[in-house]
């Protein structure tokens, strides 16, 4: 099938059908099938006790895969979510940017199913991992 949209051609995408989240997201590698995406972390996105809070990591997880989905169909808005299961194993670093390591595992005509490892930056274990499922849209 191979890539559909371009990392240039995704972040217009975006800042065109999503732009309240623009500036949030920065794709840092894409391939055929995988993504790699930054959450830029700021004070919104913390909760008490000052770690990255488990909306903003879902929210990371949603669109890895929502943009994983996008490269390899192209621009198709309506792309959405049907199920997510997030595993929080440990406390994101404070201050740090966190990071999407998404693989589709299946894109068929109607479903996609993703898997996101999130990391902190520079960090080797995983701090959640989530499986999620899009509907894509008939063409």
Do not use: W
Request: aromatic share 6%.
């Amino acid at each position: 099938m191979g890539l559909q949209m371009t990392i240039e051609e995704l972040d217009a995408f975006i800042a065109e059908v999503f732009p309240q989240v623009e500036g949030d997201f920065v794709i840092e590698d894409l391939g055929e099938m995988r993504i790699r995406v930054r959450l830029a972390t700021a004070e919104k996105h913390l909760r008490p006790g000052g770690t990255v809070s488990g909306p903003s990591m879902f929210a990371l997880a949603d669109v890895a895969v929502y943009m994983a989905v996008l490269a390899m169909i192209g621009p198709q808005a309506l792309a959405v979510t049907t199920n997510c299961s997030i595993d929080f194993m440990r406390k994101p670093e404070a201050g740090k940017d966190l990071i999407a390591e998404c693989r589709l595992l299946k894109l068929g005509r109607v479903l996609a199913v993703g898997e996101v490892l999130m990391f902190s930056d520079g960090g080797e274990a995983p701090v959640a991992r989530a499986s999620l499922t899009y509907s894509i849209p008939p063409r």
